[in-house]
T-cell receptor
Framework: GQNIDQPTEMTATEGAIVQINCTYQTSGFNGLFWYQQHAGEAPTFLSYNVLDGLEEKGRFSSFLSRSKGYSYLLLKELQMKDSASYLCAVRDQGTYKYIFGTGTRLKVLA | DTGVSQNPRHKITKRGQNVTFRCDPISEHNRLYWYRQTLGQGPEFLTYFQNEAQLEKSRLLSDRFSAERPKGSFSTLEIQRTEQGDSAMYLC??????????????FGQGTRLTVV
């Protein structure tokens, strides 16, 4: 079976750092993806991890531990425009389809 | 190329009617996915194509749903005899699969279906 868990909502202050966690249990694994989705818009790609460790892209970093079935997305120097839903997705090994979590709705306050 | 394009953006239909949505993927992408998303939830997998072949269809998808990708380019998703529970955002995504490596999916803006 496949199960992906994320917190439903988080709140943080402009300029702060926030960490969004994702745990997964899947029958096969071929990479973990993070997407950002603003209300009423399409998900947009943020980051990808297939090996353990940290991937950094500007203000955004993503970490993966395959043995623990765990990832996090780290957002630094938060801006108001970062208010959005953040979707964790696992790509299934073999089929390569993407399985999404329910998403974490982040509110950035002034 | 302007990315993944979906039409229409919004569709309101009466219960029992049939609806068809279209997705035009990024031109060189060989993989095409359909997802459904309801408010406060993540995208739920429906089906996907490798070129023109439909490789998997979710068990959650009833027989009222059908998808095609006749020439390995655009795709259509048809829902027959719509029900109020079909109301959702229908998202299309495409990717280029050339073996192992980072191949993120690019999403279209979606078609928002409301069944009244």
């Amino acid at each position: 079976g496949q199960n992906i868990d994320q917190p439903t909502e988080m709140t943080a202050t402009e300029g702060a750092i926030v960490q969004i966690n994702c745990t997964y249990q899947t029958s096969g694994f071929n990479g973990l993806f993070w997407y950002q989705q603003h209300a009423g818009e399409a998900p947009t790609f943020l980051s990808y991890n297939v090996l353990d460790g940290l991937e950094e892209k500007g203000r955004f970093s993503s970490f993966l531990s395959r043995s623990k079935g765990y990832s996090y997305l780290l957002l630094k120097e938060l801006q108001m425009k970062d208010s959005a839903s953040y979707l964790c997705a696992v790509r299934d090994q073999g089929t390569y389809k993407y399985i999404f979590g329910t998403g974490t709705r982040l509110k950035v306050l002034a | 190329d302007t990315g993944v394009s979906q039409n229409p953006r919004h569709k309101i239909t009466k219960r029992g009617q049939n609806v068809t949505f279209r997705c035009d993927p990024i031109s060189e992408h060989n993989r095409l996915y359909w997802y459904r998303q309801t408010l406060g939830q993540g995208p739920e997998f429906l089906t996907y194509f490798q070129n023109e072949a439909q490789l998997e269809k979710s068990r959650l998808l009833s027989d009222r749903f059908s998808a095609e990708r006749p020439k390995g380019s655009f795709s259509t998703l048809e829902i027959q005899r719509t029900e109020q529970g079909d109301s959702a955002m229908y998202l299309c995504a495409s990717s280029l699969e050339v073996g192992v490596g980072n191949t993120e999916a690019f999403f279209g803006q979606g078609t928002r279906l409301t069944v009244v």
